[in-house]
């Protein structure tokens, strides 16, 4: 399309169509085709070999009804001489509908991400698309998220096409670009306490309480659950008959990832023995200051601390304080 020979109005009804289709303020779509043509009329001489000093200042005079339009230099005190070359009309045309796809783009961009904005801490199924050495992209529905390094668990390997779980944790504008990314983890402990919503109906609907998560990514996680209903068994409710639903749960975990659902307490001294499980027969023996030293029996002194005292760590990390295993006495 030639701006200058579109009829009257057609121009504008074009605009405001889109405008209105779109959600665009029409002066945002009327200024950025402005500034195209000045991007556009730059080029355009610097193909000419005609070379334009930056500190050179050009404006658009650009007639909203019909499209017509004219680049003017600026030359002294606000006065300026129309500059329009022969023939811009097609490269003309050419700048606004990139200016107006652009707009189109950016608007169905924001919309993408205002959608999505309502669904930070849920989770979402995503294909792995791009594996990069600081972050992986994931395709989810119409766009894309990305697991920065951070967010991603040491030692879990995606291949290219892989359908997997991932939780939205949140949305950042990127500094560089100034564009808003959707960033997606596994390794937040959030994606857990989602996992048990999805495969736990007493958790969803909240007859059973996630209270506390304590977790290692890829190696371990424990879960401390309360009941809110009586006659409800937390425990039982998320592992599920004969295991089938914490499963499902470690079936969404990187390969090895180990998890222990165990009840909540209030009383510290019950819920630390519950916190060393798989461990049984442990008594306390002090809790000061911060720190707990329970007593455990010489045969379940390996499953108390844990491989490199993983679960004795983790218990504590649940319960808050430090947790020291000592041998009980004979």
Do not use: H, W
Request: with cysteine.
């Amino acid at each position: 399309m030639d701006l200058k020979k579109l009829p009257k109005t057609e121009f504008a009804a074009a605009v405001a169509q889109i405008a209105g289709e779109r959600n665009i303020d029409v002066q945002s779509i009327l200024d950025s085709i402005e500034l195209g043509l000045i991007s556009a009329y730059k080029r355009d001489q610097k193909e000419r070999g005609i070379e334009i000093a930056e500190e050179i200042q050009f404006t658009v005079e650009l007639a909203p009804e019909t499209g017509a339009f004219k680049v003017y230099q600026v030359i002294e005190n606000g006065k300026k001489v129309d500059v329009t070359p022969p023939g811009f009309g097609r490269i003309a045309a050419q700048t606004a509908k990139q200016v107006i796809d652009q707009k189109i783009y950016e608007a169905e961009k924001e919309t993408i991400i205002a959608d999505y904005q309502q669904k930070i801490g849920t989770l979402l199924n995503g294909t792995v698309l791009r594996v990069d050495p600081y972050k992986i992209t994931v395709g989810i529905g119409k766009t894309e998220g990305l697991i920065p390094k951070e967010e991603q668990i040491r030692g879990e390997m995606f291949s290219l096409g892989i359908k997997k779980l991932f939780l939205l944790k949140e949305i950042v504008t990127n500094a560089e670009t100034t564009r808003k990314e959707i960033i997606l983890s596994r390794k937040d402990n959030e994606f857990i306490k989602q996992l048990f919503i999805r495969e736990v109906p007493e958790v969803a609907n909240r007859s059973v309480k996630i209270e506390k998560i304590a977790r290692v990514p890829g190696e371990r996680t424990k879960v401390a659950v309360s009941s809110t209903q009586s006659g409800v068994d937390p425990v039982g409710s998320c592992i599920g008959q004969k295991g089938s639903r914490i499963q499902s749960i470690l079936n969404e975990l990187p390969p090895g990832e180990k998890i222990d659902v165990v009840l909540f307490s209030k009383n510290n001294a019950s819920f630390i023995v519950q916190a060393l499980s798989p461990a049984q027969n442990i008594t306390i023996d002090s809790i000061k200051d911060g720190i707990a030293v329970v007593l455990v029996p010489e045969d379940q002194l390996a499953l108390a601390i844990g491989a490199g005292g993983e679960n004795v760590k983790l218990a504590g990390l649940l319960v808050g304080m430090e947790i020291k295993v000592q041998q009980a006495a004979v």
